[in-house]
């Protein structure tokens, strides 16, 4: 089983960029797809960002599209989410998560599992 800790977040004025890691203990982190997801209080979780395996194929939600970047790197057990021109809605905590193939099979909160303790990021406007 995979064992997730996150990092990188913080706080940032709107229009700045972060980098949010997540580190992966466990032999099999290559063998799964990863996913980023996020949740601000009272809301559901929700998708942000995916990658396959082998970080070939990126998957990302509407409203992060051209400013965030997933990617990994299979020799240090980490991926990562580059988040670029953060708006004040980008605030909530985010969490990484393995997918339950080494492809991405679907975007939802059941497509993954193995959650992290999460990152805050808060973008001030």
């Known amino acids: 089983q995979v064992q997730l800790v996150e990092s990188g977040g913080g706080l940032v004025q709107a229009g700045g960029s972060l980098r949010l890691s997540c580190a992966a203990s466990?032999?099999?982190?290559?063998?799964?797809?990863m996913g980023w997801f996020r949740q601000a209080p009272g809301k559901e979780r929700e998708f942000v960002a995916a990658?396959?395996?082998?970080?070939?194929?990126?998957y990302y939600a509407d409203s992060v599209k051209g400013r965030f970047a997933i990617s990994r790197d299979n020799a240090k057990n980490t991926v990562y989410l580059q988040m670029n021109s953060l708006k004040p809605e980008d605030t909530p905590v985010y969490y990484c998560?393995?997918?339950?193939?080494?492809?991405?099979?679907?975007?939802?909160?059941?497509?993954?599992?193995?959650w992290g303790q999460g990152t805050q990021v808060t973008v001030s406007s």
């Open positions: 466990g032999r099999t982190f290559s063998r799964y797809a």
């Open positions: 998560a393995p997918g339950r193939s080494a492809v991405v099979t679907g975007l939802g909160v059941s497509d993954f599992g193995s």
């Open positions: 990658v396959s395996y082998s970080g070939g194929n990126t």
